[in-house]
């Protein structure tokens, strides 16, 4: 299974409280991942996802909001070796589940791009459709290999304010025209993680994050191979556990309120990731056992908040 895929399961499980987060997420994934099919006289909603558990969301959530049936339907292309799930919505509630979605103006004529303002009143609403977006057309690349995170969309002024909605919370995505479509996107390591954050995916955040150190530090390993002897190596081995740890207290959001001392001997390491500790300890004064006293309280605190966020998501589920 795909990093990607695997953020889209954890996104999937994460609890929606209000009837307002739900609609905004099946909102999203209708813009992103539907389009409207046409009958004798009647009107209702395909969405196309390679993802099952996307797919039983799309029809929970029809039928616990607008009490649509769902046919989920899955085909295998074995020249291609790829499976899609189709998710058919029929009922007369569709066309209410259009006009929420922005996907049709109040005459039914079809509308181009708009995230309804409805829909992002509270913060709790605008996460979910960012989150409903990245379901519905979303990928992420392993960041063992890379750092990229791409949603399709397949208006322009849809990828626009998508981006701008991104960029008030810090998050300065831009967009690209590929083929008919367009794709809006973020590149930096940074970035990444902080979407997989403001859309809620902590498990997928954490991991992330320490892959991305795990590949920093290997790159500093595999540059300095030919030169630094079994004590070095064993040194970025310890750099690399001290930077997983302090990578998981800034996902906490703990780094911050960290005592004084600890804090700088972090900001340090997150600074020098390839310094040894005896030039670690001569940047900030101390001695080298009172440095490593100060990354083994790290390394406690870490395993603390590992224990205590396994504890929430076994509650929460």
Known sequence: MSFSSDVKEEMVRLRVKSPGERRALLCALTYSAGSITLGRGSMGVQYITENEPVAELIARLAGELYGLEADIRISQSPRLRARSIQVRLSGESCRSL???AGCLGGDSALTLGHIP????????????????????AGSISDPRKGYHLEIVCRHELFAEE????????????RYAARKSTYVAYLKEGEMVAGFLTLAGAMNSTLAFEEARVMRQV??????????????????????AAQL???AYIRSAGELQSLPPRLREAAEQRLEYPEATLSELAELAGVSKSGLNHRFAKLSQLADALKSEGKAFLKEEE
């Open 218 to 239: 290997s790159g500093s390993v595999n540059r300095l191979r030919n030169f630094e002897d079994a004590n070095m190596n064993k040194a970025a081995a310890a750099s």
């Open 117 to 136: 303002e409805a829909l992002m009143e509270q913060d709790a609403e605008r996460r979910c459709y960012i989150r409903g977006a990245f379901l519905g």
């Open 244 to 246: 997983v740890d302090i």
């Open 162 to 173: 998508l981006c701008a909605l991104l960029g008030e919370y810090g998050l300065p995505a």
């Open 98 to 100: 259009l006009l929420e």
